[in-house]
């Protein structure tokens, strides 16, 4: 086998694995998911109290979103924007961010 023939070859490898991953990505399209950001904001104002308190839970609210659609491949949109057909993440969150 001639160094050329090798060379080929494993650039021909390296050519299809990145093919390959690239055929991947495409195939993982983002899910989307709905949230009641007004019910969350109005039971947090409800059982917050505390100006500081809804500050703090605003931000985590929004890290949390931000943490849950990349890690989890999804488009978060607020329940108003979507008529029907998509999963609601709202109790999630809510068991989790409000005490």
Same mark, same amino acid.
């Given at each position: 086998?001639? &160094?050329?023939? #090798?060379?080929?070859?494993?650039?021909?490898?390296? +050519?299809?694995?990145?093919?390959?991953?690239?055929?991947? $990505? @495409?195939? @993982? @399209? %983002?899910?989307?998911?709905?949230?009641? =950001?007004?019910?969350?904001?109005?039971? +947090? *104002?409800? &059982?917050? $109290?505390?100006?500081? *308190? #809804?500050?703090?839970?605003? *931000?985590? =609210? @929004?890290?949390?979103?931000?943490?849950?659609?990349?890690?989890?491949?999804?488009? #978060?949109? %607020?329940?108003? !924007?979507? !008529? +029907?057909? +998509? %999963?609601?993440?709202?109790?999630?969150?809510?068991? *989790?961010? =409000? %005490?």
């Amino acid at each position: 086998m001639t &160094r050329w023939t #090798i060379v080929l070859t494993v650039a021909c490898v390296l +050519a299809l694995g990145m093919s390959g991953v690239l055929w991947w $990505h @495409q195939l @993982q @399209q %983002p899910r989307i998911v709905t949230v009641d =950001l007004t019910g969350l904001a109005d039971e +947090a *104002r409800s &059982r917050l $109290h505390d100006t500081s *308190r #809804i500050g703090t839970f605003a *931000r985590k =609210l @929004q890290g949390e979103l931000v943490r849950i659609s990349r890690d989890e491949h999804l488009v #978060i949109l %607020p329940r108003q !924007a979507v !008529a +029907a057909g +998509a %999963p609601d993440i709202t109790e999630r969150l809510r068991r *989790r961010l =409000l %005490p």
